[in-house]
């Protein structure tokens, strides 16, 4: 069973100007990334603020693109998982 936690989990990574956060599948970390430019062009500006505070005021949109990504297995070589601009899927 997947645990995203609430959105206070996500945190801005200006090393990769993106947000990160911890989704546990059972006692296994799971470390995922969205890119600036996925947030910018998927969720739009309808939320006022920073980059995080946007994140967190969709990560019910976000843990839906990063749900499926692990049900498809779709993991980077890390083990992570990294979602970027043209890695957003339309529901």
Known sequence: ???FGSSDRVRW??????????VY???KPIRCFVSRAAID????YSTPG??????QAEFDEIVEQVRSRIEARAFDTDGSI????????RH
């Open 82 to 89: 990294r979602i970027r601009t043209g890695d957003w899927r």
């Open 13 to 22: 990574d200006s090393d990769h100007l993106g947000v990160t956060f911890i």
């Open 41 to 44: 062009d998927n969720l739009g």
């Open 1 to 3: 069973m997947l645990d």
């Open 25 to 27: 599948d059972g006692n």
């Open 50 to 55: 920073t980059i995080l505070d946007r994140a």
